[in-house]
């Protein structure tokens, strides 16, 4: 009923720049945080930057300064600006949102999805 697209994903050389995009789509009734995570070969899942629906961000040490987690409140897209890339950003980068999808009973149903992935590698 509610999905999430993420778009953006390629390969770019080192110092590049890369800007990732995620709509969500369905039965909205409204979204709380939304983010992005990211998973290389033989590791966990890792945070990369979340935003709230009010604004706040988080981000991990690794991406501090480098990228940026703007976010459409009114169009139900985040994205994430990726700038000064190295080569242990590759990884698939994942879309997530904690969205309250619409119920016909019961108003909303809070719900953590998650997007399919979009693969960023970055060369050296």
């Known amino acids: 009923q509610v999905q999430l697209v993420e778009s953006g994903g390629g390969l770019v050389q080192s110092g590049g720049s890369l800007r990732l995009s995620c709509v969500a789509s369905?039965?909205?009734?409204?979204?709380?945080?939304m983010g992005w995570y990211r998973q290389a070969p033989g590791k966990e899942r890792e945070l990369v930057a979340t935003?709230?629906?009010?604004?706040?961000?988080n981000y991990a040490d690794s991406v501090k300064g480098r990228f940026t987690i703007p976010r459409d409140n009114a169009e139900n897209t985040v994205y994430l600006q990726m700038n000064s890339l190295k080569p242990e950003d590759t990884a698939v980068y994942y879309c997530?949102?904690?969205?309250?999808?619409?119920?016909?009973?019961?108003?909303?149903?809070?719900?953590?999805?998650w997007g399919q992935g979009t693969q960023v590698t970055v060369s050296s």
């Open positions: 369905g039965r909205i009734f409204s979204i709380n945080a």
């Open positions: 935003k709230t629906s009010g604004g706040r961000t």
């Open positions: 997530n949102a904690d969205i309250n999808v619409a119920d016909s009973k019961l108003g909303f149903l809070p719900t953590n999805i």
